[in-house]
């Protein structure tokens, strides 16, 4: 068994989660530059075992695909052509950078460390991937 990969997908940094081998639990992993994500994933899952990529898929409260597809789909097109044995998936990231806020203020994280966007997109990428953790559970 492998691990889970999240991408929060932004247009500057991606911030990136990862499960244990078990695949019960997520955690940060790092914020990359946008630009290298890909040299990133490819060189971390030739080190680790990753079983799937999991993608946030930004909505509209409508549920309708977002305007930022336009720049993640390419992205992610790309990854695919670098990772073609490897299963990419698309789960819905409505509201996670400010659940990541929110979580950051719920835990007493000081204010010069919220301001961290590289903090807040690990933790959207750590509830992308709780999230699709816990939908394969129902």
């Known amino acids: 068994m492998g691990r889970l990969l999240a991408i929060d997908y932004g247009r500057k940094r991606c911030g990136l989660a990862v499960t244990d081998v078990l695949q019960i639990v997520a955690t940060a992993l790092d914020t990359v530059p946008s630009a290298q994500l890909i040299t990133y994933v490819k060189a971390y899952v030739s080190r680790e075992p990753v079983d799937e990529i999991i993608v946030g898929l930004p909505k509209t409260l409508g549920g309708e695909p977002s305007e930022s597809m336009r720049y993640i789909t390419p992205a992610i ?55 699709y953790l816990e939908s394969r559970r129902i």
């Open 77 to 131: 097109n790309r990854l695919r052509k670098e990772l073609p044995g490897m299963q990419i998936s698309f789960f819905d990231e409505r509201f996670t950078s400010t659940l990541a806020h929110r979580a950051m203020l719920d835990a007493g994280v000081k204010k010069s460390d919220r301001r961290d966007k590289g903090a807040i997109d690990r933790m959207a990428a750590v509830i992308i991937l709780n999230g």
